[in-house]
Antibody, heavy 123, light 106 residues
Framework: EVQLVESGGDLVQPGGSLRLSCAAS????????MDWVRQAPGKGLEWVGRTRNKANSYTTQYAASVKGRFTISRDDSKNSLYLQMNSLETEDTAVYYC??????????????WGLGTLVTVSS | DIQMTQSPSTLSASVGDRVTITCRASQSISSWLAWYQQKPGKAPNLLIY???NLESGVPSRFSGSGSGTEFTLTISSLQPDDFATYYCQHYNSYPLTFGGGTKVGI
């Protein structure tokens, strides 16, 4: 059974930093792309970014709203995904979901989601 | 960036109704489209990928169609468990983007 468990969410002041983690199990983590998606309270879903797998050099992509402030990394030896968030803004307040990417032909879609972890940015 | 527009934003329906939700892309995305269902306080759940492929374990009353810029999600006979919010998302290029969601209620 695929499981994705996020941790690290907290209350942080504007301008602060936070690191989220996602522990994966039930599948071969190293084969998959991995994403972060967020959802502000009462709002829709917003894709944050993606890390590709080793076969694709672990390259990353980011949404414009977080580029330069957030960094996605992974440790395949620990089946873990990370999101380092710096220079946090109140607009970053959201539930952050870890999600698995799976391949269809040449592209990758999200097929499994974690339960999410809440990040609150407030003074 | 590719914009995804869903309609309607809210929908009132009854058990047994046929429900159709539309998703339009601002430019062609071929068939690189997924649909998700989300219930309050829960993570999204994949229903459809590649515009029309039903994810394993998803009831057959759900179906997807379309290509290019216009897509639909259809629930053939709405069940009590289907009252939720539905999102489309393209994965044609970066950044991936979601539609604004369609809330299906009574």
């Amino acid at each position: 059974e695929v499981q994705l468990v996020e941790s690290g969410g907290d209350l942080v002041q504007p301008g602060g930093s936070l690191r989220l983690s996602c522990a994966a199990s039930g599948f071969t983590f190293s084969d998959h792309y991995m994403d972060w998606v967020r959802q502000a309270p009462g709002k829709g879903l917003e894709w944050v970014g993606r890390t590709r797998n080793k076969a694709n050099s672990y390259t990353t992509q980011y949404a414009a709203s977080v580029k330069g402030r957030f960094t996605i990394s992974r440790d395949d030896s620990k089946n873990s995904l990370y999101l380092q968030m710096n220079s946090l803004e109140t607009e970053d307040t959201a539930v952050y979901y870890c999600a698995r990417g799976s391949q269809y032909s040449t592209n990758w879609y999200i097929d499994y989601w974690g339960l999410g972890t809440l990040v609150t940015v407030s003074s | 960036d590719i914009q995804m527009t869903q309609s309607p934003s809210t929908l009132s329906a009854s058990v047994g109704d046929r429900v159709t939700i539309t998703c339009r892309a601002s430019q062609s995305i071929s068939s690189w489209l997924a649909w998700y269902q989300q219930k309050p306080g829960k993570a999204p759940n994949l229903l459809i990928y590649q515009a029309s492929n039903l994810e394993s374990g998803v009831p057959s009353r759900f179906s997807g169609s379309g290509s290019g810029t216009e897509f639909t999600l259809t629930i053939s006979s709405l069940q009590p468990d289907d009252f939720a919010t539905y999102y489309c998302q393209h994965y044609n290029s970066y950044p991936l983007t979601f539609g604004g969601g369609t809330k299906v209620g009574i």
